[in-house]
């Protein structure tokens, strides 16, 4: 407010551009609205950094992929052109004075990040389709540059992922509010579930996948401190209907997934220590390698539909390898990227790549009633075997490390952060939940260059580092507010 009274002449350009965004919009020239609106964004991003930055939390669930209203440009609005905005920005202002600390540099998320970023440049020079890859790179360097690196300087405030995880969570369950209520003119059918949440999210698998990531999320925000009534109130509301969207997306990777995030939950608080983990799945992998006949007999005799009525017939459903075309399909992807990590182990086809490849590799065992001929429906359905098709094995390796390090610099800090400081711990344990959930749910599908996942993701590391930084200066640190 003070900077209103202070620059009046803001508030005079805020209403003409408001007035000519109107303008456009009722004379049918809504794409011509996007100029002003870039303006509005550009002198925020300028003048109020930290309020932009933020706003992009509040903006990804409720921004709109525009490929379906143009000639095949897939952006999101009005999120992409924001990061691009600061990715430029933030580059320009560290070439001319060096703005982001030394301990970022040091961290090894960013020195995984920074070598899957270099080998996604390597392999886009020897790619098939070098511009497509090239494109690739460039979207992930949007995503990256900005949130990685400018967001520790942000969240040096911890007040600021307090707001974060508020301003993505409430977003969140507009859409979820938005979607459950479209559902409901169609009586929540299974088929129609799959694409009420348009336009915000592309199909069910997607935003359930995001509805799975912020459920952790509330739940911390709740347990983090005492709200008063009023507060608590409106947490156990958002928690309800993001429960209650959650059922309804019918997402059955959503579901186990967070299962999977309760399981690392329960690890967590008993502690129990990594070798004896490492010992267990060495158990667990003789045991699948002994009785993987019967495994297969097990779920050849699995007929459960994904369609079925009951909860847990569909949680069954999810190892239908017989008859369940989506599941069939899914591993049809997974068969198309193998085969095509065969044919090119160290280069791959090059980065975005896999959809204009894969056709070629489909056996017609694997096939299903909804594969295309052309393979022109989609990606590899994971984000392990997604980077091996495209960047060879280096590709996986990479990805497989940048999980790795989140996972030890994000669990590591929960560790030595000091007890007495409950809030942060118990927001640090909700985003290690979220990201579990996540990187589970990235076995089946994968959703890292849209900005749905990317722009939580790479905050929460951000998070990570800020934190990280100030956890050996001082025994105490400074508690949220």
């Known amino acids: 407010m003070q900077a209103l009274k202070e620059n009046k002449w803001i508030l005079g350009i805020s209403f003409l551009f408001v007035g000519l965004i109107g303008y456009l919009v009722f004379n049918d020239q809504a794409i011509f609205a996007l100029a002003p609106l870039a303006l509005i964004a550009i002198f925020f991003a300028i003048y109020y950094t930290e309020y932009a930055f933020l706003g992009i939390a509040f903006l990804t669930p409720l921004s709109v992929n525009i490929e379906e209203y143009t000639d095949g440009i897939g952006l999101y609005l009005p999120t992409e052109p924001i990061l691009f905005g600061l990715m430029l920005m933030l580059v320009m202002m560290q070439l001319r004075k060096a703005i982001i600390p030394v301990h970022v540099w040091r961290n090894p998320i960013v020195w995984a990040v920074g070598f899957y970023l270099l080998w996604t440049l390597v392999t886009s020079i020897t790619s098939s389709n070098p511009t497509a890859s090239f494109k690739f790179l460039l979207a992930r360097l949007w995503f990256i540059v900005p949130l990685l690196l400018f967001g520790p300087i942000i969240f040096k405030e911890k007040k600021n992922i307090v707001r974060f995880l508020w301003l993505f969570s409430t977003s969140m369950v507009i859409v979820i509010i938005y979607t459950l209520i479209v559902h409901s003119?169609?009586?929540?059918?299974?088929?129609?579930?799959?694409?009420?949440?348009?336009?915000?999210?592309?199909?069910?698998?997607?935003?359930?996948?995001?509805?799975?990531?912020?459920?952790?999320?509330?739940?911390?925000?709740?347990?983090?401190?005492?709200?008063?009534?009023?507060?608590?109130?409106?947490?156990?509301?958002?928690?309800?209907?993001?429960?209650?969207?959650?059922?309804?997306?019918?997402?059955?990777?959503?579901w186990l997934s967070l299962f999977a995030a309760i399981a690392v939950l329960a690890v967590i608080k008993l502690k129990i220590k990594f070798k004896y983990l490492a010992m267990l799945a060495g158990v667990?992998?003789?045991?699948?390698?002994?009785?993987?006949?019967?495994?297969?007999?097990?779920?050849?005799?699995?007929?459960?539909?994904?369609?079925?009525?009951?909860?847990?017939?569909?949680?069954?459903?999810?190892?239908?390898?017989?008859?369940?075309?989506?599941?069939?399909?899914?591993?049809?992807?997974?068969?198309?990227?193998?085969?095509?990590?065969?044919?090119r182990p160290v280069f791959g086809f090059g980065p975005g790549t896999y959809a204009f490849e894969y056709a070629r590799f489909q056996e017609p065992e694997n096939t299903t009633i909804i594969s295309t001929t052309n393979g022109d429906a989609g990606n590899a359905h994971s984000e392990y075997l997604g980077p091996l098709s495209e960047m060879g094995l280096l590709g996986l390796i990479t990805m497989l490390l940048i999980v790795t390090a989140v996972f030890y610099n994000s669990i590591t800090l929960y560790i030595k952060w000091p007890p007495e400081d409950k809030k942060t711990r118990t927001l640090?344990?909700?985003?290690?939940?979220?990201?579990?959930?996540?990187?589970?749910?990235?076995?089946?599908?994968?959703?890292?260059?849209?900005?749905?996942?990317?722009?939580?993701?790479?905050?929460?590391?951000?998070?990570?580092?800020?934190?990280?930084?100030?956890?050996?200066?001082?025994?105490?640190?400074?508690?949220?507010?």
């Open 284 to 343: 667990g992998l003789i045991f699948l390698y002994i009785s993987w006949d019967g495994i297969q007999i097990e779920l050849e005799r699995n007929k459960l539909e994904h369609t079925t009525k009951e909860f847990g017939d569909k949680l069954q459903s999810a190892t239908n390898v017989t008859t369940d075309a989506s599941n069939l399909e899914r591993i049809n992807r997974w068969s198309c990227a193998i085969e095509m990590f065969y044919e």
């Open 185 to 254: 003119s169609y009586g929540f059918g299974e088929q129609e579930g799959h694409w009420v949440m348009w336009p915000f999210f592309k199909d069910h698998t997607i935003y359930g996948s995001t509805v799975a990531f912020v459920t952790p999320l509330l739940f911390g925000l709740y347990f983090s401190k005492k709200y008063g009534p009023l507060v608590q109130l409106v947490l156990i509301t958002l928690i309800g209907i993001t429960l209650v969207g959650l059922f309804f997306s019918y997402t059955r990777a959503a």
């Open 428 to 481: 640090l344990l909700a985003m290690i939940m979220s990201l579990v959930a996540y990187f589970v749910h990235g076995i089946l599908n994968n959703y890292l260059d849209t900005d749905k996942a990317a722009v939580p993701i790479w905050i929460m590391c951000a998070i990570f580092i800020a934190l990280d930084a100030q956890l050996p200066k001082k025994k105490n640190p400074e508690l949220l507010d």
